[in-house]
């Protein structure tokens, strides 16, 4: 009997940018059957630097998202992380949270979980890949299998182009356009896809 995929999307966000591309995986995810959490990890910034940026601290205030937790991990039997690129790397409120995750690793509870990454810089060789690459290490330490977005859909092939997650380039701030947001949904649909299957060759 087939499984209903359970997706969590778990990521960071500054100023909104990676709400958006989360909130596109989630609906991908949905129109698959899937339940979704999305899921937003603590801000560590300090106060001084969240006020002198306004669109960071407007997203700050609104709070719109429910703070991730352990149990969302346990929960899912996929799961999308998302960061925006800090030189390359993950920012380091999400790598706070993914730190806090050795009980479950130890106890074998993050293993066969399908996982996928997402992300966005400032300029166009500001680390796409190697953010979700870097974020990908973690899938890879909790046994996971680690799901690229890959090239079968023509929108990936002949617009957004990259096949290791969704991505985007915000150039002066500017929030994610249709083709990027239109990558991932295609990205929760292939996450609540290959969750759900997987998920139902185990319990079988």
Same mark, same amino acid.
């Given at each position: ?141 909790? =046994? %996971?299998? &680690?799901?690229?977005? $890959? ?7 002949? @617009?957004?182009?990259?096949?290791? !997650? =969704? %991505?985007? &380039?915000?150039?002066? $701030? ?7 947001? @239109?990558?991932?949904?295609?990205? !929760? ?6 969750? $759900? ?8």
């Amino acid at each position: 009997m087939p499984v209903t995929p359970r997706v969590a999307v778990v990521f960071y966000s500054a100023t909104g940018n990676l709400a958006a591309m989360a909130e596109a995986i989630g609906r991908g995810a949905e129109e698959t059957g899937a339940e979704v959490r999305l899921r937003i990890v603590p801000e560590l910034a300090p106060a001084e630097a969240v006020a002198a940026n306004p669109k960071w601290q407007a997203f700050v205030d609104e709070a719109r998202y429910e703070t991730a937790t352990l149990d969302d991990l346990e929960w899912a039997n996929g799961i999308a992380l998302g960061s925006p690129t800090r030189f390359g790397l993950p920012a380091g409120q999400l790598k706070e949270f993914l730190d806090t995750t050795g009980g479950l690793w130890f106890q074998g509870k993050l293993a066969d979980k399908v996982g996928t990454a997402f992300t966005s810089a400032s300029t166009g060789h500001g680390g796409l890949e190697s953010t979700i690459l870097a974020m990908n290490n973690v899938l890879y330490h909790w =046994g %996971s299998l &680690v799901l690229p977005l $890959g090239y079968g859909e023509r929108h990936l092939m002949k @617009e957004s182009g990259n096949p290791y !997650g =969704g %991505s985007f &380039v915000s150039r002066s $701030g500017a929030a994610p356009d249709d083709t990027a947001l @239109e990558a991932c949904r295609l990205q !929760g649909v292939r996450l609540a896809r290959f969750a $759900g299957a997987v998920a139902t060759g185990l319990a079988g």
